[in-house]
């Protein structure tokens, strides 16, 4: 008998980080398809969360899939990359409505891929929705902003879920979805059914939670709680 | 013209603390009056909030209105102290009902406290109500506790607000009510009209908070947010 | 065949808690020889640091004696009480000098009761020895009397050793001796061969410390490093 | 008359940062040159502390202070680039005596930097240089090549300054030199008049310091203290 436990990881584990320091990275470059073969080689991994665009070249999903496929590798989700150059300044939360528009766009672009792989959600980080400074940003209008955006998505695709992993701060002094319970207080005013949370745990102790994380956190409705 | 800001402090800042190594307290011990009339000496203080039961000896309404009245001080609220030794294990979520049900008396008399002095509230600072370690409580009923106990009050005295003071830890590693995103999903399902919450501005930034403190915070209902 | 490691503990966890909160305590007062015999129904421990004075009661020496031997429980240091009301504004650091000479009388006796059970060592913890706020000492002269006090002792005492537990800040927001660095500057230019570190764990983390915890730390002279 | 106080900032700051999030830079690449230009709209800026190796492109010494002349902006001191990936290991510390050799002598190179320009310091950020797990390291071979690193510097350029940047951490979960008090003891175990301190002001309150910061911290020798 075997146990219905799987184990997944985010693909940009087996990728270079590089940080303010070493600038040119902690590694050779690689693409996603490298990082793919890498984390083929860790018994006992199903599934991977996959950032979209792809790294490292240019790659169609077919040529996505069949590195997964030679590796026993699924796709757990998509994690669209809002937190780049482009969306510095904020993506659901960017002053210019054209650039909140292109990570809408952006976003849609990975509900595709979610639909290619079957894979279970697209996974929101928007990681550079924040703030640094008191009196930096009208909290209301920023607030208004994270919501509107992730509705918006949520409304255009309800055949998928949509996870939001919060984080306290980092790289802003403090993100918008900040904590599991106020990312909870977003999802009840949002509303909708496929909208709901991912827990990173390492993002739940940075909070200070040293504490239960377990699926069901405290909600209102029920009907909106965390998934994974 | 003048300011309709009014100043107000917690009497216990005008008492004597006693902490885990000057056991014997940093001075001489004082009563809730000696408290008043040094409190008195502040100038543009208009306001205090007070301990109940009053401490430093046995004091009735009465005579601690005169004290009051002699320093131009009003009370704004009523703190009952539902986190001294007989509460050490929790008040509403004391696993003794025995206990919970003193600590529904305590904060009652505390009540009427308030209606002698017409003050704003009664506030909640449930201090022991949380947890120390991991798997040391059932989740689930602490913040089942945590909630009927302010909803039993809520219910019982209509005509006064309670407000909860959240605070993320200390003396307990981490507190039932600990930050405003969690006291407001506390206050979405207690639903009544006359629970809010008490911004202490250091506990919100223990809770690393580096950001607006305003009345207004993010609230499904409307109805409940924030007063003070 | 043993291992040669003895397991020892600080009496004072036998005892009952006071903080800001719980003012009556988080239990009944208990007496040192209650806490003695509490400690001694703990398998496997040999060894307790006494405070001094004896708390809960006038107890002699010898009546101490009598407890620990009937619990098999022998003394590894003496730990003076110099942080109490009296010490508030600080023992070796007050800025009265006839405080800081109580200080240095109050630790003669701890060293005469070391003498007394054959114990190891003066255990120093000034915890009131520090500060709060930028601007608020003359850090110059804080470090030096710092530094003359446990000099003095350790020139009055050279047939006993006198370990300083550093810790960063609580209950004062900073300490003088905060880490195993500064404290090892400090002891290297003591320049006498009775003083160390000992090194409480919990203190270690507290300052960041997720490292090693070994007795030679680094150090100029060699003579001075930890021996706890 | 006119205040002595000079300013100064890192080059760095006028480029643009690069972190693992937007790993495309928060904006355009820009060159030392386009650097200085920024750097030189600061009123009241006097001086700035250059990266060696030059960024974004090929540069003498000449052309960059052909840049710094027409801005009227001097050089204080030269950060050499001992934390990209050649020392993603470590620079003094890394266990490969080939970068090691490779770290002095790039240091060496940044020392003829500072001659160039007539500079006060070359500037020792060795930032990956620590450690991150428990277990991890050798402490005692880690300590030993940080002081060995820095003091084999300091005799083969008697006639200039080596100040060392001590910083808690990050990238590295602890830097070897982490603080004030641990880098002056290691200072005073190199023994050679010529290595000092740079206090980073945020680096120092990162580390918990809420105190004075100022140029004679605690030194056995006093001839080791900051300078700066």
Redesign the interface.
């Given at each position: 008998m075997t146990s219905n436990q799987k184990y997944g990881a985010g693909i940009w584990h087996f990728a270079t980080?590089?940080?303010?320091?070493?600038?040119?990275?902690?590694?050779e470059p690689r693409s996603v398809i490298d990082a793919i073969d890498i984390a083929g080689q860790v018994r006992d991994l199903s599934v991977v969360d996959l950032n979209y665009p792809y790294f490292g070249g240019e790659f169609s999903n077919e040529q996505v899939k069949e590195a997964l496929d030679r590796n026993n590798l699924g796709v757990i989700g998509i994690t669209p990359e809002m937190?780049?150059?482009e969306f510095?300044k904020g993506a659901f939360t960017n002053p210019d409505p054209g650039v909140r528009r292109r990570a809408n766009e952006l976003i849609n672009e990975a509900a595709d891929v979610v639909r290619f792989f079957g894979a279970d959600y697209v996974k929101l980080w928007p990681?550079?929705d924040g703030?640094d400074y008191?009196f930096q940003v009208d909290?209301g209008a920023l607030?208004k902003n994270s919501l509107d955006g992730v509705g918006q998505l949520a409304s255009e695709n309800p055949d998928l879920k949509f996870v939001i992993e919060y984080k306290?701060?980092e790289?802003r002094?403090?993100m918008s979805f900040d904590?599991v319970?106020?990312t909870?207080?977003?999802i009840?005013?949002i509303g909708l059914p496929n909208v709901g949370i991912l827990l990173d745990f390492g993002h739940a102790l940075f909070?200070?939670?040293?504490?239960?994380i377990?699926p069901s956190s405290?909600?209102?409705t029920g009907a909106c709680s965390a998934w994974t």
């Open positions: 980080y590089v940080d303010r320091y070493a600038t040119d990275g902690y590694g937190y780049t150059r510095a990681g550079q703030w008191p909290h607030w306290p701060r790289p002094v403090h904590s319970s106020r909870l207080l977003g009840e005013k909070g200070g939670s040293r504490r239960r377990r405290p909600s209102t």
